[in-house]
């Protein structure tokens, strides 16, 4: 796990820059959407939503963005067309890759997608032919560098949790997609912050490639990750750290 737990830290300063670029609101709008989406527009009921909400206020998202973004993702905003699909498509060396997307505009979504994969190599793929390399679960990162993992395990096994894990000194927490909302909760109840969670594609089996082959897939990975559409991409790729240390510095 380590990999993706650093696979995550270079998402993160992404992130950051993104936030000096201004596009953090995009981002954040779809994080709401996606929320209100999946568990309703109730704040107090739905904590996916709640987190999002909270993550749009601290970095000032003006109220009318967040109500919007919360009436597309109830289907609540007349006009509004948007639709969540999931696209399959192969990497370098047949990588497997999911990319999530919530699009008012399949074509154009579809073709800018194109477009990376013939930049670095891949393909689009039919539907159904990678989907099965992967299973949903959910992911929660837990806030803080001093927690004791026995208790954190404690409460996210009682909840339902299939496995946590100490990732560089950073707990995560990994559930079944049933049990996803439960264990988020009763982490909360039980005094931790929650400083990432989501519903995420992940790979049952991992694949190995070269490292220059990893770097492009990786590539492929982070560009896709960049189209305002696109709400997650998840691979099969074996993310060594020989291969991510290439990636961030070339």
């Given at each position: 796990?380590?990999?993706?737990?650093?696979?995550?830290?270079?998402?993160?300063?992404?992130?950051?820059?993104?936030?000096?670029?201004?596009?953090?609101?995009?981002?954040?709008?779809?994080?709401?959407?996606?929320?209100?989406?999946?568990?309703?527009?109730?704040?107090?009921a739905n904590a996916k939503l709640r987190m999002a909400v909270q993550k749009a206020r601290a970095a000032?998202?003006?109220?009318?963005?967040?109500?919007?973004?919360?009436?597309?993702?109830?289907?609540?905003?007349?006009g509004d067309t948007t639709e969540e699909i999931n696209f399959e498509a192969y990497g370098v060396e047949g990588v497997g890759i999911v990319i999530d997307v919530l699009t008012d505009n399949k074509n154009r979504t579809l073709g800018e997608m194109k477009r990376i994969f013939n930049k670095f190599g891949g393909s689009m793929a039919s539907v159904g032919s990678v989907?099965?390399?992967?299973?949903?679960?959910g992911w929660i990162v837990l806030a803080g560098d001093s927690l004791n993992f026995d208790e954190v395990f404690l409460v996210a096994a009682e909840a339902g949790?299939?496995?946590?894990?100490?990732?560089?000194?950073?707990?995560?927490?990994f559930t079944p997609r049933e049990l996803f909302a439960a264990v988020e909760e009763a982490l909360t109840e039980a005094g931790?912050?929650?400083?990432?969670?989501?519903?995420?594609w992940m790979a049952k089996n991992e694949?190995?490639?070269?490292?220059?082959?990893?770097?492009?897939?990786l590539r492929i990975m982070s560009e896709l990750e960049e189209l305002d559409d696109v709400q997650g991409v998840a691979s099969n790729l074996m993310m060594t750290d020989e291969a991510l240390s290439a990636f961030e510095t070339a």
């Amino acid at each position: 796990m380590s990999g993706h737990s650093k696979w995550s830290t270079i998402k993160r300063k992404k992130g950051a820059e993104d936030a000096k670029r201004g596009k953090i609101f995009t981002r954040i709008g779809r994080d709401i959407v996606q929320a209100a989406r999946e568990g309703g527009g109730d704040e107090t009921a739905n904590a996916k939503l709640r987190m999002a909400v909270q993550k749009a206020r601290a970095a000032n998202m003006p109220k009318e963005n967040i109500e919007r973004a919360i009436l597309k993702g109830t289907g609540k905003l007349e006009g509004d067309t948007t639709e969540e699909i999931n696209f399959e498509a192969y990497g370098v060396e047949g990588v497997g890759i999911v990319i999530d997307v919530l699009t008012d505009n399949k074509n154009r979504t579809l073709g800018e997608m194109k477009r990376i994969f013939n930049k670095f190599g891949g393909s689009m793929a039919s539907v159904g032919s990678v989907l099965w390399q992967f299973e949903r679960k959910g992911w929660i990162v837990l806030a803080g560098d001093s927690l004791n993992f026995d208790e954190v395990f404690l409460v996210a096994a009682e909840a339902g949790a299939d496995d946590v894990v100490d990732e560089d000194g950073t707990i995560v927490v990994f559930t079944p997609r049933e049990l996803f909302a439960a264990v988020e909760e009763a982490l909360t109840e039980a005094g931790y912050e929650i400083d990432e969670s989501e519903l995420k594609w992940m790979a049952k089996n991992e694949t190995e490639v070269p490292v220059e082959k990893a770097i492009q897939n990786l590539r492929i990975m982070s560009e896709l990750e960049e189209l305002d559409d696109v709400q997650g991409v998840a691979s099969n790729l074996m993310m060594t750290d020989e291969a991510l240390s290439a990636f961030e510095t070339a």
